[in-house]
């Protein structure tokens, strides 16, 4: 076990005694020491009401960041047991991008609960931000962010950051606007901190801005991070004017969320965002079902081609005993290279445009990996089969070098077709492509043996 698994294991031990004690000031004191992920787990790991006891023991700064910690169930059940003056004070002190993620889940009873107990203000930003539509950078951005004037002095600019800095969410990369917000720069405050008072922000700002627009997919957000190391990427709507930014931590919660929806597509289930666990059994029944059916259905097909070559399997029985052996190496090989090409696109490392390099890369991996498993065949075949004819082992060798290489340029070029036509590449993942190829791989495989053992 991890040392950090092992240290919260005894912080939420200790907790736990202290709760099942009723010592609540000593409690209190522990809470206001660890850290707020450690308090969050142990909210998390208690029944509704005690969830709530606890939650009541943080100061009000701290609570609203325990809460925005919280797996959604367990602020969900919070939001139930708050009153209307601890829901009103969790919102206000909640970061804005936490606050509309929270919201975006909500049932529209609780979200029209926190809109009537939220001020004016705060009321107005938060409808500003629910507009935009899910899953977008505008629907993740957060609209507390440091803004400078180019024509302020280093000594003002440090100055406004002191005055303000304490309700932003980051003030490591300030941004320059003019008076339109219409973004013009980029200055962190170590560059201010290293240069003269007397200097203006204008010279020291950065005018290279990586940026991204409001109704951008935040797919695209990641990369961003990752190949320009960002803190901080802000976010301009149609005209040009800075109207937030995202923060890496945001950025990594998309990652995961991207990551998880991409293995859950590839496994052919609908998307949820609840643990597994925490999941009813009819959602995963539901979730589940709908691809299996249709897998199933296609299916019938390899039956509809068995039947249309069944003279030739009854003049040489044989032939039925390659059939898994056919099939589940053509799965194997699409799989492999669906995997690769849907994990290259999730990166950024593949586009549309690169399919021709794509589908010649492809064929050329197919005829190496094909030759050599097709030699192995044939020898197999040939020396251990009893009976071995030269011709079955040629014609399975033959049909098996053909079956990779389909396997492969379908493997490879699916997810990009895919993308092509606004589906998640995700989906043309191993059960689709086994699906496909086994189709194909049956026709070529009876294909071949009638026309090379003239049945």
């Not at 005694?17 to 142990?42: M, N, R, S, T, W």
């Not at 969790?90 to 804005?96: A, D, G, I, K």
């Not at 007397?198 to 695209?220: F, L, N, R, S």
């Not at 053509?330 to 090409?341: L, P």
Request: negative net charge; hydrophobic residues 50%; aromatic residues 8%.
């Amino acid at each position: 076990m991890m040392k950090t698994e092992m240290q919260r294991e005894h912080i939420l031990h200790t907790l736990q005694i202290a709760l099942a004690a009723q010592e609540y000031p000593g409690l209190q004191k522990f809470l206001a020491q660890i850290h707020v992920a450690d308090a969050a787990a142990f909210i998390e790991s208690l029944p509704p009401k005690e969830a709530a006891l606890v939650f009541r023991l943080l100061p009000k700064t701290e609570g609203a960041q325990v809460f925005a910690e919280l797996e959604f169930d367990a602020q969900q059940e919070l939001l139930h047991a708050f009153t209307d003056r601890e829901l009103q004070e969790v919102v206000e002190e909640l970061y804005l991008d936490d606050a509309v993620d929270l919201l975006e889940e909500l049932p529209a009873g609780v979200v029209a609960r926190v809109l009537r107990l939220s001020d004016a203000d705060r009321r107005a930003e938060l409808n500003h931000y629910l507009r935009f539509p899910k899953d977008s950078a505008g629907s993740i951005m957060t609209g507390e962010f440091m803004m400078l004037k180019k024509h302020w002095t280093v000594g003002q600019a440090i100055k406004r950051i002191r005055e303000t800095g304490q309700d932003k969410e980051t003030i490591y990369t300030c941004y320059v606007t003019d008076a339109f917000r219409v973004l013009e720069g980029v200055v962190s405050v170590r560059t201010l901190l290293l240069s003269p008072d007397t200097a203006y922000v204008g010279e020291c700002m950065d005018t290279h801005i990586i940026q991204a627009q409001t109704h951008d997919d935040q797919e695209v957000i990641v990369p961003l991070f990752r190949e320009y190391d960002l803190l901080s990427l802000p976010i301009v709507d149609t005209e040009k004017r800075m109207v937030g930014i995202i923060t890496v931590d945001d950025a990594l919660d998309v990652s995961d969320y991207e990551v998880t929806e991409d293995f859950q597509r590839m496994a052919l289930t609908e998307p949820s965002a609840r643990p597994y666990l925490k999941t009813p059994v009819h959602v995963h029944a539901k979730n589940r079902v709908s691809w299996l059916l249709i897998l199933m259905l296609s299916g019938m097909v390899n039956g509809r081609i068995l039947e249309g070559y069944e003279h030739a399997f009854l003049a040489i029985p044989v032939l039925v005993s390659f059939i898994p052996m056919l099939t589940d190496t053509g799965g194997n090989a699409g799989s492999q290279s669906s995997t690769i090409i849907i994990r290259g696109m999730s990166m950024g490392e593949i586009v549309p445009g690169d399919i021709g390099r794509i589908i010649w890369s492809e064929l050329r991996i197919a005829l190496l990996v094909g030759l050599v498993m097709a030699a192995v065949n044939y020898a197999r075949i040939y020396f251990f089969v009893q009976d071995g004819d030269p011709m079955i082992a040629l014609t399975v060798s033959l049909a098996l070098l053909f079956v990779i290489l389909l396997s492969k340029v379908v493997g490879g070029t699916l997810p990009i077709l895919a993308k092509k036509a606004g589906v998640d590449p995700a989906i043309m993942a191993a059960p689709l492509i086994t699906t496909v190829v086994d189709a194909l791989g049956l026709i070529l495989y009876f294909s071949i043996a009638v026309r090379l053992l003239q049945i």
